[in-house]
């Protein structure tokens, strides 16, 4: 046996040392301590479905499918249901569906599974869409649930989605990405499991917190398959499973997926001024269809920049867009503003003062027949080529329409009875003392003489049967104290003129 030499054997010794060596020596309390290893206590248990495809050794190469990505990120616990496997028969027995729905999808899913793992959340949430609306942002349900999260509008106010006359960021993809996934997490918070948060997404946290106390009060078990909920609710996380099973083994369900490029299919670009939609299309040589996929919330033909400082452009076109605008030198961005109405008005009177015709404000500001406008109102006429101004942000942010009735009201004589004074009859009839006083040109103090003809202006309904008292949805009220137009109908019932009493 050959002895070692010298510097051989204290080569080896060092590399020894080495290999003994914690990363953390440096934080090492002392040089004498041992390390003792950690062995877990108790009996083994075999892993879970869901842990088998998050292995504990990352991958040194980024996935170049999308899908790959999200399957690595599965981190959710499988519901074992009859109804998940009801549920993935439906689905793959559709495949021009599936495909539908994940060609619609290709656009919006990079981001979200990236905000998915920016906030360490399980990437099985980033099918939720396929179940909530298809991953259509225009969708809205019965119940006036919109978006591709499907916000209703209360729930929608309080995680700060801006709902007015010009957008609606229900709909909007970054700001209701943002909204959906603060609101899982502070779901998951409250209870602890992602099935019983996402019954709670789909049902209510109210409704999901009563159904554990009554299972709690039972002596039952408070599990999302233990507890009793609607049908919609019940078939829900069954949905999403069916749904991640068919993308973790497109095969096994005979399912093909479409190539998702794991890349940004869009990219957000500054709007500086307001905008017409249509020019920054031709701006970003895309199409009208296209620009607006990608911006849903926006319900107008015009972008205000006080409200929507951002667009979302396809990633290949926000240079050529910005290269664009850069030497766009025709001064005017904008063809449209916002005139916040003074008065309540007419359509016509309202279309007058602005220069359009009143078929063209009807139809820009989505005004239906037999209506009047509010006062304060903000409606979208034309912008003028000397304006400079752009929309400020207090208007952008909350404009709103409000709407009215327009009231048609007939003329209409009636005989006063014994004992009956200007303040019986206006009761008896649902107006107002002083406006009838007006009409027939007395003081208010005025006596009446039984069989004395009382002229009165009364919704048509009203004054076919003037010996019932009107119903309080059908009262005339005068211009001149509640500023609402009335149109007036000869007694053959067809309205004549508007007048402004």
């Not at 926006?298 to 290269?323: C, E, H, T």
């Not at 359509?347 to 404000?361: F, N, P």
């Not at 209506?371 to 709103?400: C, E, F, Q, W, Y």
Request: glycine share 4%; with cysteine; proline share 7%.
């Amino acid at each position: 046996m050959k002895l070692l030499s010298p510097l051989l054997l204290s080569s080896l010794l060092w590399l020894a040392g080495c290999a003994t060596v914690s990363p953390d020596a440096t934080n090492a309390p002392s040089s004498s301590s041992s390390h003792t290893p950690d062995y877990p206590s108790g009996s083994l248990s075999p892993i879970k479905r869901a842990q088998a495809h998050s292995p504990g050794v990352a991958s040194l190469s980024a996935p170049a499918d999308l899908w790959e990505r999200i399957r690595r990120g599965f981190a959710m616990p499988d519901l074992e249901h009859e109804l998940v496997q009801d549920r993935e028969e439906w689905y793959s027995s559709r495949p021009d569906y599936i495909l539908r729905m994940t060609e619609r999808s290709s656009k919006y899913l990079f981001h979200i599974v990236e905000e998915l793992e920016r906030r360490g959340m399980p990437t099985e949430l980033a099918l939720l869409p396929y179940i909530e609306s298809a991953f259509n942002p225009q969708a809205v349900s019965s119940a006036k649930a919109a978006g591709m999260w499907q916000f209703m509008p209360a729930t929608g106010t309080y995680f700060d989605l801006k709902q007015n006359v010009f957008r609606d960021d229900r709909r909007d993809v970054l700001a209701s990405t943002r909204a959906a996934l603060d609101y899982l997490q502070k779901l998951h918070g409250m209870f602890g499991d992602w099935h019983l948060a996402l019954a709670a997404y789909n049902w209510g946290e109210g409704s999901v917190s009563r159904a554990i106390a009554r299972n709690r009060k039972a002596g039952l078990g408070i599990s999302y398959a233990e507890l009793n909920m609607p049908a919609e609710t019940r078939m829900y996380v069954p949905k999403l499973q069916a749904v991640k099973n068919i993308v973790n083994s497109p095969q096994t369900f005979r399912t093909e997926l479409p190539l998702i490029e794991n890349h940004p299919y869009f990219q957000a670009v500054d709007v500086a001024r307001d905008i017409d939609v249509e020019l920054v299309a031709k701006l970003a040589d895309v199409s009208v269809s296209d620009f607006r996929a990608l911006n849903p919330s926006l319900s107008k033909p015009v972008i205000f920049a006080a409200g929507i400082p951002q667009i979302l452009l396809p990633w290949d076109n926000a240079k050529v867009f910005q290269r664009n605008l850069d030497a766009y030198d025709k001064g005017q961005y904008s063809s449209w503003t916002v005139w916040t109405v003074p008065s309540t008005l007419t359509v016509a009177d309202a279309a007058q003062r602005t220069g359009m015709s009143e078929q063209g404000l009807r139809s820009i500001n989505n005004i239906p027949p037999r209506m009047v406008i509010k006062a304060g109102s903000a409606l979208m006429v034309p912008r003028s080529a000397s304006m400079l101004t752009d929309v400020s942000s207090h208007v952008a942010d909350n404009g709103h329409l409000a709407l009215a009735p327009e009231i048609v009201t007939r003329r209409t004589t009636v005989k006063a009875k014994k004992r009956d004074t200007l303040a019986s009859l206006a009761q008896r009839y649902g107006v107002s003392t002083a406006n009838l006083a007006d009409w027939n040109d007395i003081k208010v103090s005025a006596a009446l003489r039984a069989g004395q003809d009382v002229v009165m202006f009364l919704p048509l309904r009203a004054a076919a049967a003037p010996s019932s008292r009107p119903r309080a949805g059908h009262v005339a009220i005068s211009a001149r104290s509640n500023k609402v137009p009335v149109r007036t109908a000869p007694k053959g019932g067809t309205p004549s003129k508007v007048k402004k009493r």
